[in-house]
């Protein structure tokens, strides 16, 4: 707020239609703030709501997609979904010019943040049902320490999560995924062998004895969508001994990059299974 303004009435600002937009002028780019083009439906109590329209700066946190937070200086780990029109901004109006708008845009950041945060719940529930429990897993650092949600809180975030996947099923005339009704059974059996390999991995990393492996050979995905890649690993025995293991596993991108052919890792090994292997965290 700016200053005390005890004779300003309280009010709040709906934003109607805005862009926000990163400021440039003769001296490069204002890296303090954005710029806001905006038109106003302000409530007042007791009175009927107007509207105008400004340009003004604002917090860089209405940009869509930035990592700004409540100030220039602080940053989020998970980026902002900007200004809402669902949540608006409380404001103080000048008593002589409705026109003029005393906003808090601190206390409009801490109304934000929890609605940014179901929308985030919300995308990362999608992208569960669309790619399976790996998508969830590997879910991109946007949807990552996410707040706990009350039970009727998660129960409503569940309830737009079907809304928006039967949606995208409508839209598509098949799955989620857009894949057949077989592709999916075959996508939701493939995540159940993935979580249930991820809990045997963390098992391993604890309990196997250590090896060293070279990639062979990586193929996959399994099919469409799939995350699915067997890998045939080379391991070589502590006691000079060398022998072949196929092991599939869930990867994204990021990880098949690491296991071009002649590369060298290390490995976990189930002491009663040598057949069971699983990557050391490197």
């Not at 990059?257 to 057949?275: A, M, N």
Request: overall charge positive; some cysteine.
């Amino acid at each position: 707020m700016l200053g005390r303004r005890n004779d300003w009435i309280p009010a709040r600002a709906e934003p109607l239609w805005h862009q926000a937009y990163n400021v440039v002028n003769d001296q490069g780019a204002d890296d303090f703030s954005a710029g806001l083009d905006v038109q106003w439906r302000v409530h007042i109590q007791g009175r009927a709501p107007y509207e105008f329209e400004e340009k003004r700066r604002a917090p860089l946190w209405v940009i869509k997609g930035t990592g700004h937070g409540r100030h220039w200086f602080l940053f989020r780990l998970r980026a902002t979904h900007g200004l809402l029109r669902e949540v608006g901004v409380p404001c103080r109006v000048h008593p002589d010019n409705p026109h003029k708008l005393d906003i808090d845009w601190s206390q409009a950041y801490d109304e934000h943040q929890p609605i940014w945060d179901r929308m985030d719940a919300v995308a990362k529930g999608v992208t569960a049902r669309r790619d399976g429990p790996l998508g969830k897993l590997l879910a991109p650092i946007e949807y990552m320490r996410l707040p706990k949600f009350s039970a009727e809180e998660q129960e409503a975030i569940d309830r737009e999560i079907d809304a928006e996947v039967a949606r995208q099923d409508k839209a598509t005339g098949v799955g989620a995924t857009g894949h057949t009704a077989d592709d999916l059974a075959k996508l939701q059996a493939e995540g159940k062998f993935i979580q249930a390999q991820q809990k045997e991995a963390k098992r391993l990393r604890k309990q196997g004895r250590r090896a060293f492996a070279t990639v062979l050979e990586l193929s996959g995905p399994s099919g469409p969508a799939s995350w699915l890649y067997t890998v045939r690993l080379q391991i070589h025995e502590p006691d000079g001994g060398t022998r072949v293991v196929d092991h599939s596993q869930g990867m994204n991108y990021a990880m098949t990059q690491r296991l071009k052919p002649g590369s060298r890792l290390t490995v976990r090994i189930d002491p009663l299974d040598p057949e069971r292997v699983a990557f050391e965290r490197q």
